[in-house]
């Protein structure tokens, strides 16, 4: 049995097995253009695609029939072109010149950065991005556990060491270097780690969160499914929810920065966070979800053309910055959270993150109020692109969640606004994330402003010292033991710290 699938210009002929679906059908084929943010269950709807006859549907739900004829939308290619922070401003580790071809490799759950490196030198040779392989399983860690336990892990750990070996050849290819890679370094989350390794992520899924690896160490290229490469590294984890990510940003900021007192702040589906300097570091990890990437959320999309991605205040009339100047098609995440901090600025929210009725508040703001399909909006693009009060509500939940374990992240390591020397948002969505306009609505606190910057990729930096330094592979091991974890989930006063930051 096979279904028929036009990606553009370029057709393809799907077999699929009985009872699949067409996302079933692409992700099992190895085709990875079709999103999926809330992993295949038929809630966000966001893996549209058209079926001859019957329209649009959804992938995740729709069942493959025989001669099927299918066409991804150009939404959902336009997706892969999203943006992406591929460089990140930190030193790296001298070379120490013990191999002569390097790799190093973020994998990140919506993202994938790769670098080829000199290893003499340490000069990165090519940079490659692209969207995760994976994305058809969901938006968030927990959606990619509960893939793997549903059968999927080969399939999973295929997708991501195959994506790693193309964007490889494509640089090896591109530079002309064909010899085999004596180092690969990779750095990801817990869960992305093991997905990696092949291993089942199944145990973080569940009290108490103990990964079955927590890795800083080599495998065999070959034996972890990447030929090519002589040996893997993959950076240490800490916990089941703080992976070799946050270490990677760690040695990466505070390279020749030991003595400063430093906040890392990485906002992502998972928001994590660390507090120190020197040899001593409290972290934690909060569920924040994919609220802030976008996914879930009504208008919601990647940093990809035509999505909004900031928002502003001129003289009582909104302004929109959109991505590569096209008509707007959606809202991206950094766009998401400048539109709250407008709509707080506009003063048509309430303390408690609720839409006002026009007739309370200025007449100049009540012609961007409005109603999406039965629930009180705010009107971005008149009759077009909107956030509705779910959108709200979904963002005020996000935002809580991490104001929470930073709130108890600072009180447990007795950390005080004052002491802090440098606050650092790492990341791809901390990349693009106006400071501002996060600390209007209460994801970071406004007194620290003032020493707050942003350094783009900082695991992928971590990552590049990793695979051409012994001293820095060594300070990874040193960095992961001189972390003490906060396992907020359990802690007694979370849910307290939660819903005190509920409000605005």
Known sequence: ???????????????????????????ANGIHVVNAPCGGRGRCGKCTVTVEGLGDVLACTTKAKEDMYVTIPREQLDAGKARIAEEGICRHYKPDGEVSLAAACDI??????????????????ATVSEPSAQRGFGADVLSRIQAADAGNLELLHEQITGQIRHMLAQMQEKTKRKENIERLAIV??????????????????????????????????????????????????????????????????????EKKKTLLLDVGTNGEMAVGSGNHYMCCATAVGSAFEGAQMTMGMPAAPGAVSHVWLDKRRLRLEVIEDIEARGI??????????????????DDTGLLKKPGEVSVAFR?????????PCMWLVPGKICMTQEDIRGLQLAKAAFAAGLHILLRESKTEYKEIDRVILAGGFGSYLNKESAAKIGL??????????????????GAVSAAISCEAREKLGIMKESMQYIELSSHPDFSEAYMQQMGF
Do not use: W
Not at 334 to 346: F, H, K, N, Q, Y
């Open 1 to 27: 049995m096979q279904i028929n699938i036009t990606i553009g210009t370029t057709k393809h002929t799907v077999p699929f097995e009985k009872n699949q679906t067409i996302l079933e059908a692409l992700q």
């Open 108 to 125: 990140g759950t919506t993202t994938v950065v790769c670098h080829l490196l000199d290893g003499k030198t340490g000069q990165k040779l």
């Open 188 to 257: 990801g989350n817990t869960v992305m780690s093991h997905l990696a390794a092949g291993i089942s992520p199944s145990l973080i899924g569940v009290t108490p969160f103990m990964p079955k690896e927590f890795f800083g160490r080599e495998f065999s290229g070959k034996g972890i499914g990447i030929p090519e490469c002589d040996k893997v590294y993959i950076a240490p984890a800490v916990a089941g929810f703080l992976g070799g990510d946050i270490t990677a940003d760690l040695i990466a900021v505070m390279h020749g920065n």
């Open 332 to 349: 991206c995440g950094s766009g998401l959270i400048d539109a709250l901090a407008v709509m707080l600025e506009m003063g048509i929210l």
């Open 367 to 375: 012609r961007y109020l409005g109603e999406y399909r039965g629930q």
């Open 444 to 461: 970071i606190p406004k007194e620290l402003l003032p020493v707050t910057e942003s350094v783009g990729n900082a695991a992928g930096e």
